[in-house]
């Protein structure tokens, strides 16, 4: 076989190959499509007090922010009085977080901090120990530590500065310990429920032939276009890592809705893949209108007469002995001009079943704006042309 002919069935086979791996190359995991039911993160929150502030922490009169410090410095066996506490270098703040799934006594977390007074920057600052709650008021983490804020806030005496992002939220990395575990067991479980994370009748049934093909037929059955029930073989219940992680990398390709997503605010236009457009013929003009408007000064010629006065004036110069000048008046007149242009767009003529980038391409022809776009697609929807949703924010 010559050269020639070993090259050209080389690129045959590499073609083959490539129209094969075609249907499967948006293939995702089952890992980003789905998760487990029931294995999630949870929210914390609780109420502490940043110090060290450089004056820009909440003002005197800030009764909560008194209140938490007296109350803070009670229990630690100092007593104050609430009326000598001053707060200028300390604020009030709400802390928040998110425990994952399965974290275990001594993991970190991340945390962040919101001012809740009037505090004009938190920078500088370092969050005493704060106690974080779940929606059962249990204490699940505490948190402490210094905070970064990554803005600033500068001002002087006269009222005047600069402000950088926001200065009164701040993040401690790391900066809350776990102190009670999330009960959650997945050992011994006789079935698991994947929960799509946009529900479609066509993904969740690929879904759940992917998983036959894996674990074995009717292992796994579609119960809704948003849930997949996995009953766990007898061999897997031991375990359930191996099992989850073999379920979650294996790949589906997930059926999307045809949908046109259009913002009239920003002007922007997404379009999804599988949009198709009946033949219909577009015409689109723009009618523009200019006024411009442009002062004009009528001087009057010299040694003019001038205008008669009214009765009421000529009396009160007869009385005052005034002596009118001659000379004319002088009038500001306003000059409008008006221009109406109307532009001429030919008439074009969409085919049946158009995809969507030779839809764009001959709406590019005829030279529409993203803008133009909106209105487009709403006259082809409402003339039943557009076979996909129109979602308009």
Do not use: W
């Not at 487990?36 to 110090?51: D, E, P, T």
């Not at 209140?67 to 703040?93: C, F, I, P, T, W």
């Amino acid at each position: 076989m010559s050269m020639n002919k070993k090259f050209a069935l080389l690129i045959l086979l590499a073609a083959l190959v490539f129209c094969l791996a075609g249907p499967t190359a948006h293939a995702a995991r089952i890992k980003e499509l789905a998760s487990i039911k029931g294995v999630r993160s949870n929210q914390l929150i609780g109420y502490g007090l940043v110090v060290g502030l450089n004056g820009t922490g909440d003002k005197s009169g800030t009764e909560f922010t008194i209140q938490g410090l007296v109350n803070m410095m009670e229990r630690m066996g100092v007593h104050v009085s609430k009326d000598s506490v001053k707060v200028k270098n300390v604020a009030a703040v709400m802390v928040t977080a998110d425990i994952p799934p399965f974290a275990g006594i001594g993991n970190k977390v991340d945390v962040v901090l919101s001012s809740v007074g009037d505090a004009k920057s938190l920078v500088g600052g370092t969050l005493l120990l704060t106690p974080l709650r779940g929606v059962d008021r249990n204490v699940y983490a505490l948190a402490q530590g210094p905070l970064s804020v990554g803005g600033f806030s500068v001002g002087g005496a006269g009222g005047g500065g600069a402000v950088k992002n926001h200065p009164t939220v701040g993040r401690i990395v790391g900066g809350a310990s776990v102190e009670r575990e999330i009960p959650m067991r997945l050992q011994g479980k006789e079935e698991l429920t994947l929960e799509l994370n946009d529900a479609d009748f066509t993904t969740a049934l690929r879904m759940k032939d992917a998983i036959n093909s894996s674990l074995g037929l009717g292992v796994a059955h579609a119960v809704d276009s948003g849930s997949v029930v996995i009953d766990v073989p007898q061999e897997y219940r031991s375990k359930m890592v191996s099992m989850v992680s073999l379920v979650e990398n294996l790949e589906v390709r997930p059926d999307t809705v045809a949908k046109v997503i259009v913002n009239e605010k920003t002007g922007t236009v997404v379009v999804g893949e599988k949009v198709r457009v009946s033949t219909v013929a577009v015409a689109h003009g723009n009618l523009s209108i200019q006024i411009s408007e442009s002062a004009k000064v009528s001087q009057p010629v010299s040694f003019s007469p001038p205008p008669p006065p009214d009765a009421e004036t000529q009396q009160l110069d007869l009385e005052n002995g005034a002596v009118v000048a001659p000379g004319g008046q002088t009038v500001v007149t306003a000059d409008t001009q008006v221009v109406v242009a109307e532009e001429n767009k030919q008439l074009m003529i969409v085919p049946t079943g158009t995809t969507i980038g030779e839809l764009v391409r001959a709406l590019n022809a005829i030279g529409v704006t993203p803008r133009d776009l909106i209105t487009i697609f709403q006259m082809i929807k409402a003339a039943g042309a557009l076979q996909g949703e129109l979602v308009i924010l």
